[in-house]
């Protein structure tokens, strides 16, 4: 008897159907991959199951008992745990806070007891790997380190089954591997583990069978053993998927020079970017990857060092939703926001000349979207990339850093994003990638950074890098080599 049976799961948002049909069911103590394009269906379908979105029509069984689930707390009571993709952890609260708040597990009294909370949360936050105080704001957490805490939160709940919707999509390699130990255990212990993922390698090690979405209906569930990653595409997409492969630039003049450069995080990080160029940034979580981008656009304080700069500076940040995009602006408002003034007179806004720019964009990035004045919460995770990453292009920068553009999206909208990166150092831009996936970085760049503890700890060449020198680098904790 399978543990959780979804059947004909129907959702619709205004005119818009996520899901028409939707079908999955999960065994006891096994990995069970959800997998499917942006806008699939796959976080709706998860989400219903955690009981934080209705569905219209459909039926959910546990234990082959029908259960209605209308809030996250039935979902809790029936054993059921999720760790979401847009992290939902409460910024303003410290960690315990967010680990113990809501939880059926912790037994909270009149008054707080921190002692009592730092005993139950512990043992979750070490078994993520996840080193810091309870009572530190969760705000200040680099959000590789935030999806940790989301995990542990999970974790400390005692679920039967565990929804993850793109667990590892800010985790560099070493915590990833955590995760992954973690998830062994937990199927030994007859945990359940709906595991949502454009990973095809994480997919292929971890689950025992995959479902494929596509356009919010089941096309198939197969057994990982019986299939392959070209026959799961083509199951996703309809179709084989063209990718990028590897192509070396010319890198010409410096356009960007970085000496000895500190701030709170970095400690004399000294490189040079060129014209042409796509220069990867590694490091494990808390390296100070993120922090690099925030020193180049001035938004921490440079303690000392110097930044040399030809022309302008673009940055696309690591959490969309948080740092770029105003979620409740239509499409085209912002992608437009950066060159506002070059679509207006006297304060009135050109909409023939912004709608002409967002025409344009569509068809460079192959933008997805009913319409551009839809508000951009509404478009599927990879889309919403596109529109920040498309911001950028309108502004026409000589620098561009890249913050994990490819987090949480799928592989058809990857390969899109891969082609923007040539086309743009074909152009004599110079690019900056920092990305938590090692084959992305050897794929696309011309040069790799590993930074270890804001140290600058290595660079290789293309064709020296490979993913074990990488990772030997970013694990060195003892600065710079």
């Known amino acids: 008897m399978d543990l959780l049976q979804a059947d004909d799961i129907h959702k619709h948002y205004g005119g818009v159907a996520a899901l028409q049909g939707a079908t999955i069911a999960v065994r006891a103590g096994e990995v069970h991959a959800l997998v499917g394009e942006n806008g699939a269906g796959k976080s709706t379908l998860a989400r219903i199951i955690a009981g934080c979105t209705r569905a219209d029509r459909g039926r959910i069984l546990i234990d082959g008992n029908p259960v209605r689930i209308a809030t996250p707390g039935d979902a809790q009571s029936l054993g059921i745990g999720i760790i979401y993709q847009e992290l939902d952890l409460f910024r303003h609260l410290t960690v315990g806070e967010n680990l113990v708040i809501g939880n059926l597990e912790f037994r909270e009294g009149p008054l707080v007891n921190f002692r009592r909370m730092e005993a139950f949360c512990r043992p979750f936050l070490d078994q993520v790997g996840l080193e810091c105080k309870v009572r530190r704001e969760v705000a200040t957490l680099p959000i590789g380190q935030m999806q940790l805490l989301a995990i542990a939160r999970a974790l400390s709940m005692n679920a039967r089954l565990i929804l993850m919707d793109e667990p590892t999509s800010a985790l560099f390699e070493d915590a990833a ?18 595991y949502v993922s454009h990973k095809m390698n994480e997919i292929f090690r971890l689950a025992g069978r995959i479902t494929v979405l596509r356009d919010g209906m089941t096309t198939g569930s197969v057994e990982t053993a019986r299939t392959n990653t070209g026959e799961v595409i083509r199951m996703m997409i309809g179709r084989d998927l063209e990718t990028a492969g590897r192509v070396a630039h010319s890198p010409g003049d410096v356009v960007l020079r970085v000496e000895d450069l500190c701030t709170a995080k970095l400690n004399n990080v000294s490189f040079e970017l060129r014209r042409g160029e796509v220069l990867g940034v590694a490091g494990l979580v808390g390296s100070g990857r993120s922090e690099l981008g925030a020193a180049l656009f001035g938004m921490d304080r440079i303690t000392s060092g110097a930044i040399h700069r030809q022309g302008t500076l673009g940055l696309v940040p690591e959490d969309r939703r948080l ?15 950066a060159v506002l003034p070059s679509l207006q007179t006297m304060g009135f806004l050109h909409r023939r000349r912004e709608s002409r720019e967002m025409e344009a964009l569509q068809r460079q990035l192959d933008l997805h979207c009913r319409s551009p004045h839809d508000a951009v919460a509404t478009l599927s995770g990879g889309n ?55 084959p992305e970085l050897i794929q696309c760049c011309d040069r790799i950074l590993v930074l270890s503890e804001g140290h600058l700890a290595a660079t290789y060449s293309a064709g020296e890098a490979t993913q074990e020198k990488i990772l030997a680098a970013a694990a060195n904790a003892g600065g710079p080599a």
């Open 323 to 337: 740092q770029g995009l105003m979620m409740q602006l239509s499409v085209a408002e912002n992608a437009t926001l």
């Open 177 to 194: 591997e955590r995760l992954f130990g973690l998830i062994a255990g937990l199927k030994q212990r007859g945990v359940a583990i709906m």
């Open 384 to 438: 919403q990339q596109k529109v920040l990453l498309g911001r950028w292009l309108l502004v026409n920068p000589d620098v561009l850093f890249l913050d994990d553009p490819t987090r949480g999206i799928d592989v058809g909208a990857k390969q899109d994003i891969y082609r923007t990166i040539d086309t743009l150092a074909r152009g004599g831009k110079g690019v900056i990638l920092v990305s938590s996936e090692l």
